[in-house]
């Protein structure tokens, strides 16, 4: 049984436009989050959320538009692509947003904007 | 905010010991873990230590002084599967912040 899952693996589009990546994890955990991990493989967060409630977001642009219609979901929404964004995005949830709790990363989606 | 410090890349012999240190800055700090990632793979916990001292897992341990900011992960008796990215990262404020990473190369 897959804990953290995420599609596409991988995707490749052009710039200007928008694409969307789907995350679903089945270990009935209440914290979710996006992280970005660039060519250098530095893994900054982008947003949390905790059942279905927006808790952080990093200064990302607004063109970045988390959904979570579920607390076992946690989509992202990228419009108007730039060069920049090309990235590996990680999913990732925990038990609870606040304390400690180890975090379970889905498999990664690979975008590549040319 | 948050800030992490720990070296770029490190390279042992198989069978060696090797110690990751991580240095950090952080307001509302509740502990320092450790992830492991190898290459095209997700990061994958191994540790977590909230108070001082050191928690032992198998071949990994680690260590955490609150007073001096400072954790590190030992790894005994290198294998050449250890070869991947280590990152250290802080709970704190409701999130974790993740140090750059450690590149551990194990050679023959």
């Known amino acids: 049984d897959t804990a953290v899952s995420q599609t596409p693996k991988y995707l490749v589009t052009q710039m200007g436009n928008d694409k969307s990546i789907k995350c679903e994890q089945n270990?009935?955990?209440?914290?979710m989050y996006w992280y970005k991990q660039d060519s250098k493989k530095f893994l900054k967060i982008m947003f949390s959320?905790?059942?279905?409630?927006?808790?952080i977001n990093e200064t990302v642009p607004n063109r970045f538009s988390p959904k979570s219609p579920d607390k076992a979901h946690l989509n992202l929404h990228i419009n108007s692509l730039e060069l920049g964004d090309s990235a590996v995005y990680f999913c990732?949830?925990?038990?609870?947003?606040?304390?400690?709790?180890?975090?379970?990363f889905g498999p990664g989606t690979r975008l590549t904007v040319t | 905010g948050q800030s992490l410090e720990q070296p770029s890349e490190v390279t042992a012999v198989e069978g060696a010991i090797v110690q990751i240190n991580c240095t950090y800055q952080?307001?509302?700090?509740?502990?320092l873990s450790w992830y492991q990632q190898h290459d095209g793979g997700a990061p994958t916990f191994l540790s977590y230590?909230?108070?001082?001292g050191l928690e032992e897992t198998g071949r990994f341990s680690s260590f955490l002084s609150r007073s001096d900011s400072y954790g590190y992960l030992l790894l005994q008796e290198l294998q050449m599967k250890d070869s991947a990215s280590y990152f250290c990262?802080?709970?704190?404020?409701?999130?974790?912040?993740f140090g750059d990473g450690t590149t551990l190369t194990v050679k023959p």
């Open positions: 990732a949830s925990s038990q609870r947003g606040t304390g400690f709790s180890e975090q379970y």
């Open positions: 270990l009935g955990h209440d914290t």
């Open positions: 959320y905790n059942n279905k409630e927006l808790i």
């Open positions: 952080t307001s509302g700090f509740y502990g």
């Open positions: 230590n909230a108070l001082d």
């Open positions: 990262a802080v709970t704190g404020a409701g999130k974790s912040t």
